[in-house]
């Protein structure tokens, strides 16, 4: 991350005053949305019951909602009946899973994130020029063990700094680093650094892993840190991009800092002596919670909030080419997926709504 992508100055409330200040871009990515999308649109199309393997993005509330929908989330493709509809999730499958999918006669659509295929075509090709791969991620999360199975044979799990001076490979004239897309910008810098110590001639992914999403809710997040005494992120304890964003917001000068899946988990304690409050949300978060927490903090005085803009975001990801298929058959028009750039709430969104 470049210094000047940090150095915008956060507006400043008069002296005492309680204030908010907005994070954006927060919320809902492009390949969450595209995901999310997919599920309701299987919903729609085939009707209930749709199986998805996996939480269908890390967010509690999205899993609930698309529950009460007619969707069952699975954790293994084992446990979805023979022949049926299973939806694989934005996080990514191993070859083994699509594998297991055919031989059990599954229907299958994969909402797996394309920054997420980009990485796994990386891995391939890597491991077919016979590179040590070194992957930077956490260990159990689904994205690392998608990728990771791509090319068991070839890649080595990187969780952290820490971790590098255990790393061996077989030729370190053939080693390149890839990562999960979700992690902390600044901690994987430090151990591609200190991978690059050991092995000099460590070669870099042919485009960033870290995704535009994540990095750009970091750089936000940043810019407003030093000026929060609190920082509140909404997003689910097993969503890997919010909890790096409370993370970053303490590293960069916030005094305190929480994840939420829901308003009513803040403690109003949190609130004492604080002036300013940070609010930001994880990248598979729906905007209608974060305005939850922006009506609950004005219900205590922090009704006057603004935005602290670090990018604009308009990437666009078509559906999964099996849904879009099934939709123009049934004279449906295909839906390209938008990321909502979340400017200061103006009207409520529709409760239970998702977008
Ligand atoms: S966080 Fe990034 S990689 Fe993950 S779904 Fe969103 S855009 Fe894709």
Redesign the pocket.
Known sequence: MHPADIAAPAPTGADGAKRVLLAAPRGY????DR?VITVEKALELYGPPVYVRKEI?HNKHVVRTLEKRGAIFVDETSEVPEGARVIFS??GVSPAVHQEARQLSLKTIDAT????TKVHREAVRFASDDYDILLVGHEGHEEVEGTAGEAPEHITLVQSPQDVEHVEVRDPEKVVWLSQ??LSVDETMETVRRLREKFPLLQDPPSDDI????QNRQVAVKQMAAECDLMIVVGSQNSS?SKRLVEVALEYGSRDGHLVDYADEIDKAWLDGVQTVGVTSG??VPEVLVRDVLDWLAERGYADVSAVTAAEES?LFSLPPEIRRDLKAAGQESVKVQHDPGAIPSARKAEGSLR
């Open positions: 990515c492009a390949g969450v995901a993005v934005a996080h994130c394309p920054l997420v897309t979700t995704c535009y999403a994540t991009n990248a598979s990437l």
